[in-house]
Every structure is written in C-alpha cells, then in structure tokens.
C-alpha cells in the first residue's frame, strides 16, 4: 500500500492562490484529508473529502479552500485561495480524517509540502 504523497506548495503573496495535490492510489475507500503544521504549532485538521464525496473544511479555511477528488479517486486536490501569512505552514495529506496525534507516523500519512504565504 503506497503512502499518500502531497505536491504543489510554494511560496505566493497574499491573497495569492495554489492548488495542493494528493495523490493516493493506494487508499481505496478511505477519507483523504489535509493537515497542516507550522514551525511551533500544533498540526491541525483542515479538509477532508470522504468516498462518497462529502466534504468538511474547519473554520480556519472555510470559503477559501476547496477540496475536490479525480473519478478514480487516486488524487486529491485542495485549492488553497487568499491566502494569508497564518497559512504558512506544511500541509500535508493522509489516507485519514481523525486526530493528527492518531495518524501522524503510520502508513497513512504522506509527505509534506511547505506553503509559505509574504505579507
């Protein structure tokens, strides 16, 4: 079973805009969502999409961030849009939804991609 692994963060103004992927082939039916930890910060639950295409986005990024599946269900996508320099963080995808403290360090957790956000 492959290890998600996420793609595409960079370093943008704000109010600028990225778009994060996630691919996941391996996780079958699973909750694919996205994390984010920044530098002295507790790493946080930001968006999940479910198999049947159910989302939940947390407060933090509701309205600017939009997550979105392939058909075959082997990516992931989060549109990350106005960004703010609080953003700046790793993000970071996993074949999960529960706590980071849960699923940080087990087969379900991919690698990071840093987002840095200039004010």
């Known amino acids: 079973e492959m290890r998600p692994v996420a793609s595409g963060g960079g370093s943008v103004q704000a109010g600028g805009s990225l778009r994060l992927s996630c691919i996941a082939s391996g996780s079958g039916e699973s909750d694919i969502s996205w994390y984010r930890q920044a530098p002295g910060k507790e790493c946080n639950l930001m968006s999940t999409?479910?198999?049947?295409?159910?989302?939940y986005y947390s407060d933090a990024v509701k309205g600017r961030f939009t997550i979105a599946q392939d058909k075959d269900k082997t990516a992931v996508y989060l549109q990350v849009n106005n960004l703010k320099p609080d953003d700046k963080a790793v993000y970071y995808c996993a074949a999960d939804s529960g706590p980071c403290e849960l699923v940080v360090g087990t087969n379900r957790w991919g690698q990071g991609t840093q987002v840095t956000v200039s004010s």
């Open positions: 999409i479910s198999s049947d295409g159910t989302t």
